[in-house]
């Protein structure tokens, strides 16, 4: 496979990427949290007992380290969040998506995933679906350890 048929394949998975993604962020309901802010409560809500430490947190979302704790401070400020001391490391911090931020969390994804479905799910057959999760997921798998 040549370099140009890899480029190819990327400039069309980003390009696509952009294009649902601006989709669906027109699409996000206006209310308590933004996308960025669902992104980060997504996250926490798929770990064991929704909770994760802020330094991994920020591996799992699309945002730096200082914008993933400057995020999780409004989260908090809100009552969405708990920050706890770390028990391992007296410096860490572990941030608890709480029972009041998992219902708002709860009432924003049904919203998204029928946003997700319209654009998504209707551009694509289920067998489609199944074989871009599968391509997707792959490439996550084998990409080249960062130098």
Known sequence: MGKSTAVDAWESLFRAQVAVM???TAEFPSGPVSLGE???MFTLSTQPGRRLRLRDLGEHV??????????????????????LADPADARGVIV?????????????????ME?????????????????????????RRNLPPHS
């Open 115 to 139: 946003s997700i479905s319209r654009t998504v799910g209707a551009a694509l057959s289920c067998d489609e679906l199944a074989r871009l999760k599968e391509l997707c997921d792959t490439l």
């Open 62 to 83: 699309l945002l730096t380290q200082p914008s993933v704790s400057r995020l999780v401070d409004r989260l908090a400020a809100r009552g969405f969040v708990d920050k």
């Open 96 to 112: 608890m998506l709480n029972d009041s931020g998992f219902e708002v969390f709860r009432q924003a994804a049904l919203h998204h």
């Open 38 to 40: 669902y992104d980060v």
């Open 22 to 24: 601006r989709r669906l």
